[in-house]
């Protein structure tokens, strides 16, 4: 089994995300992962489009053989909470956006949590860490 995530691309300019989902290695290391295997695809920062590298991360880590990466549907006109409580089986969630103070990129890590006795009334999202994306290459990546 999977651990499934969803990465959501922020745009500081107008405040619009774009999300993909990932059906395998979600969690913080293979996050970092992903995340940095995009750039490549990327323009190179400091450019900073949400949209384009929401595109950039399927190419990065799309499997060839298809069905593991994919773009959200309709996400335009929905919230992160919202569409969270319909994507509530996957494991985590990011938030990565373009931070021009530091001239890097910042990710913001979500983890599912539930009671199990009574998973589905319980089940909530909490942030459980905010961090550079180098803070997190190092922390989560460079540690496994």
Known sequence: MGTRAVYF????????????YKHYDGYPQGAALHIEAAKKYAWQLPRWEADEFAAAFVAANKNHKGGEVRLLPNFEATSIDMLMDDYHWCDFYYIISWDDYDKEMFV???ESRYDPENYEES????ETASMRH???LRAYAEAS
């Open 108 to 110: 913001r890590i979500f």
């Open 9 to 20: 691309f922020e745009d500081e300019n107008d405040k619009s995300y774009y999300g993909v």
């Open 134 to 136: 180098s803070e997190m």
């Open 123 to 126: 089940k909530h999202w909490h």
